[in-house]
């Protein structure tokens, strides 16, 4: 790289500590360009600046960062390839100096009368790879009276270029994360289980449970509403168990009728009924040594429960049309919606059956009332489903996390996972906005937290542990995690004393 014999030692050692930071970490893009874009303020003396890239599209340019006193308004909009002096850069490929923008036929001044930030002179270059523009980094307003210099211009320059290829390898590196990711889903899928979020103290307080007593072979039983990941607990408890290596059977007892469901648990005899034309093993024999989940046991059978119960106390049973007694070694981990004791009262449940299976009792909270997984869930499914989709997604919108957040989600996990992906479907890159989501906001059911309800107390809440998330991600370290929220650290600093963010 030719460097001017213009260039100052100040700025030269600025460039090469700034070179040597992004060669040492990939880690996250956003972060990254933020420090670049922070450095190039710092070294030509610029009040805001921003760094807009090309979508994929080609056919507008996003603002990716946006620093200085409008920085967070002005992310919110997107420029046209045709319009300002963003898209003069990019379409000639070219850097410019403007020192009188109010007088330049190229200046949009949508921007500045929206946010109302007087914008007097400006820096624009392009970002390259392999001399394709693919950004744009604009820094505003120089202190000094004279305006920007080309000594400034050629700085910004050769940051434009580090930029550039910083922004390509995070890209690379986390798009590899993702398939990673999906991957891992896609395995556990192929293995037939699915993958566990958790960020809430109360899920992770379940899972804490579940490795302590999955070691027994004490029966489970899981309640809460559907939806809620009752069958992923039951997976969990299964594959931290002993049993993890050998079969892990599910039945939906809701699913079948009463005559075939005696079948597929038990099995069957050639001849036993009408259309019985073999021998069959049923899920209790499949599940030998292994785990069987009884999903949507509340909708058991009276007339089935009886032979459950003596599966639980003796394991053993016959198949339908034989005498012959099986014994099994299975450890039963039982779900249902249902108001269990409810039905014991009712006499629509045995009493029984329900002590027996009710060892070790766990309730699964519904999703309104662990605000900390709902973020972690939407952001999971998008990778997964922009993956499927084949769209670059970068995110959500403040709209659409907004109502995400806010929305009750009386279907719970399987609710948001659909939502995700029906806005993946009709979304367009680069962010999910909150009409994709065709959530109807005026006949949102009430979301039931605890305590305060109001959309600003539920927003501050998820403000606190996704910085702390991310406080804990980089060590907490304020300027890094600053530059990852594209925030002031400052704006940070202030939050956390606000939102009582201590560290653990």
């Known amino acids: 790289m030719k460097l001017s014999s213009s260039l100052d030692t100040e700025k030269l050692n600025a460039l090469i500590e700034i070179n040597t930071l992004i060669n040492s970490n990939y880690s996250d893009v956003s972060a990254l360009l933020a420090h670049i874009l922070e450095s190039a303020m710092r070294l030509v003396s610029g009040e805001a600046s921003s760094l807009l890239l090309v979508d994929s599209s080609k056919q507008y340019l996003r603002f990716e960062i946006a620093l200085g006193p409008k920085g967070l308004e002005a992310k919110k909009f997107i420029v046209k390839m045709d319009e300002g002096i963003a898209g003069w850069v990019v379409k000639n490929n070219r850097s410019l100096i403007v020192n009188d923008v109010a007088n330049d036929p190229r200046f949009n001044p949508a921007v500045q009368q929206s946010t109302g930030y007087r914008t007097q002179n400006m820096l624009a270059v392009p970002m390259r790879v392999k001399d394709e523009c693919i950004g744009v980094i604009e820094i505003l307003n120089k202190g000094a009276e004279c305006g920007f210099t080309l000594q400034d211009l050629e700085v910004l320059e050769i940051l434009a270029n580090q930029a550039a290829l910083a922004y390509q390898n995070a890209r690379f590196l986390q798009r590899s994360r993702d398939e990673i990711v999906v991957l891992q889903d896609q395995i556990a899928t192929d293995?037939?289980?699915?993958?566990?979020?958790?960020?809430?103290?109360?899920?992770?307080?379940?899972?804490?449970?579940?490795?302590?007593?999955a070691k027994s072979d004490s029966s489970v039983l899981i309640l809460g509403e559907s939806g809620v990941g009752k069958e992923l607990i039951a997976e969990q408890l299964h594959l931290k168990s002993d049993r993890a290596s050998k079969p892990f059977v599910r039945v939906n007892c809701a699913a079948l009728p009463e005559g075939l469901l005696e079948s597929e648990l038990f099995g069957h005899v050639k001849g036993a009924f009408t259309d019985a034309i073999s021998n069959r093993k049923g899920r209790f024999e499949m599940a030998d040594q292994g785990t069987i989940f009884l999903d949507e046991i509340g909708d058991l059978p009276l007339a089935l429960q009886s032979k459950l119960l003596r599966v639980i106390q003796n394991r053993t049973f016959e198949k339908l049309g034989?005498?012959?007694?099986?014994?099994?070694?299975?450890?039963?981990?039982?779900?249902?919606?249902?108001?269990?004791?409810?039905?014991?009262?009712?006499?629509?449940?045995?009493?029984?059956?329900?002590?027996?299976?009710?060892?070790?009792?766990?309730?699964?909270?519904?999703?309104?009332?662990?605000?900390?997984?709902?973020?972690?869930?939407?952001?999971?499914?998008?990778?997964?489903?922009?993956?499927?989709?084949?769209?670059?997604?970068?995110?959500?919108?403040?709209?659409?996390?907004?109502?995400?957040?806010?929305?009750?989600?009386?279907?719970?996990?399987?609710?948001?996972?659909?939502?995700?992906?029906?806005?993946?479907?009709?979304?367009?890159?680069?962010?999910?906005?909150?009409?994709?989501?065709?959530?109807?906001?005026?006949?949102?059911?009430?979301?039931?937290?605890?305590?305060?309800?109001?959309?600003?107390?539920?927003?501050?809440?998820?403000?606190?542990?996704?910085?702390?998330?991310?406080?804990?991600?980089?060590?907490?370290?304020?300027?890094?995690?600053?530059?990852?929220?594209?925030?002031q650290r400052t704006y940070l600093s202030r939050l956390i004393k606000e939102l009582e963010i201590k560290e653990k």
């Not at 009792?361 to 997984?373: V, W």
Request: contains cysteine; hydrophobic residues 40%; neutral net charge.
């Open 191 to 213: 293995r037939g289980y699915h993958t566990m979020i958790a960020r809430s103290p109360v899920i992770l307080e379940k899972l804490d449970i579940v490795e302590r007593v």
């Open 322 to 487: 034989s005498s012959d007694t099986i014994t099994v070694n299975v450890r039963i981990v039982a779900a249902t919606n249902r108001d269990i004791e409810k039905l014991v009262e009712e006499q629509k449940f045995r009493s029984d059956l329900y002590y027996r299976l009710n060892v070790l009792p766990m309730y699964i909270p519904p999703l309104r009332q662990r605000l900390e997984d709902i973020p972690e869930l939407a952001l999971f499914f998008l990778k997964k489903f922009r993956h499927e989709v084949k769209k670059d997604f970068l995110g959500f919108s403040e709209g659409a996390m907004s109502a995400i957040i806010s929305y009750s989600w009386p279907g719970n996990i399987r609710e948001l996972e659909n939502t995700i992906e029906r806005a993946c479907v009709i979304g367009k890159p680069p962010y999910i906005r909150e009409e994709d989501l065709l959530l109807n906001i005026r006949t949102m059911p009430d979301n039931n937290i605890d305590g305060d309800k109001s959309l600003k107390s539920v927003l501050n809440l998820f403000k606190k542990h996704y910085i702390q998330k991310v406080l804990e991600e980089n060590q907490w370290n304020q300027t890094a995690t600053a530059g990852i929220l594209d925030i």
